[in-house]
């Protein structure tokens, strides 16, 4: 699906495009959801290189992720996404022009949606491709400043249902989810950082001063933001070990209570066999009182036993 924003007399026009089309004058943005070959075969008219392909979007190389050629500033870059509970890492190829910016993109960011309301509502007053990519990506480290806020509240959960000593095992699933949500938050700040002072360093002549204001502060926001991200590694790494002590305690007591129940039981064990062999030369076989105190004797034993465990408090 090609999306085409055109911005002119201080309005903008959001217009569905397809291979048909042309790209509209005054565009400010074209972005392309899910592109198909003939539409990736029609942007290329508009290309002097080669358009990026989703294996190339997703490479790590830092040489794949931020380059410069011919169209003009190339950034691939890492956006969160909610889905449930979790959080993943979606990559969005920027092409930022002369005339206008192009995204290329798999997946439905929620980000992009925001961004598109915002221009529907105009509550974003923006008329160069430059301010836009920027805009965007102050949305997205506000949005990474929410996710992180959410999981300090979902870890002060945690650590009230670890020291409750409760349900042991769905705070194991919840440290392990939050741990795993934090980690791709932080990596999504990580190449966040990496893509603006790519930006800061190689594109700085194509922005104004208001541009690089923004950015500044937007470099300012994360750098604030990872010590908060390393934080939250820490708490949950020390909630994961708690957690897994009260586990361990808990395997012991059970362990304690069948070593104790054993040592209990041995002595009446003891004496129940002794007395089970049936060998002819027993003379309590033929008592009238053997079998009472066989019995007596078992209780005996097993209640002097309990009674010691008791007095040195292993009980």
Do not use: C
């Amino acid at each position: 699906m090609i999306t085409a924003y055109v911005y002119k007399n201080r309005e903008l026009a959001i217009t569905e495009l397809n291979i048909q089309d042309v790209v509209p004058p005054d565009t400010l943005w074209l972005d392309l959801f899910k592109p198909s070959d003939q539409e990736r075969e029609w942007l290329s008219k508009y290309s002097v290189e080669e358009v990026p392909e989703e294996e190339d979007i997703n490479e790590i190389e830092a040489s794949a992720r931020f380059y410069q050629n011919n169209d003009g500033l190339h950034i691939n870059s890492l956006f969160p996404l909610r889905v449930g509970q979790d959080v993943k890492g979606v990559n969005v190829s920027f092409n930022l022009r002369k005339d206008f910016l192009l995204t290329i993109r798999e997946d439905d960011v929620g980000l992009i949606r925001l961004l598109r309301n915002y221009l529907r509502l105009g509550r974003i007053k923006v008329t160069t491709p430059q301010g836009l990519f920027l805009e965007l990506f102050n949305l997205k480290v506000d949005y990474l400043s929410d996710l992180i806020e959410d999981i300090y509240s979902v870890v002060d959960g945690v650590s009230e249902q670890v020291f409750e000593n409760n349900e042991l095992d769905e705070v194991f699933k919840l440290i392990t989810l939050q741990e795993d949500s934090n980690g791709k938050i932080r990596l999504s700040l990580l190449d966040t950082q990496r893509s603006l002072r790519y930006m800061q360093r190689y594109y700085r002549g194509e922005l104004t001063d208001d541009n690089l204001k923004d950015l500044r502060e937007m470099l300012l926001d994360i750098e604030s933001l990872m010590p908060h991200s390393q934080f939250i590694f820490d708490k949950l790494n020390f909630l994961l070990d708690a957690a897994m002590g009260f586990s361990g305690l808990q395997q012991n007591k059970i362990i304690k209570i069948f070593s104790v129940a054993a040592v209990i039981f041995l002595p009446p064990t003891v004496i129940a066999s002794a007395y089970g062999m049936n060998f002819t030369n027993m003379p309590e076989l033929a008592w009238q009182f053997g079998y009472p105190m066989a019995i007596l004797m078992m209780l005996a034993s097993a209640g002097g036993t309990y009674a010691f465990f008791k007095r040195k408090g292993w009980l």
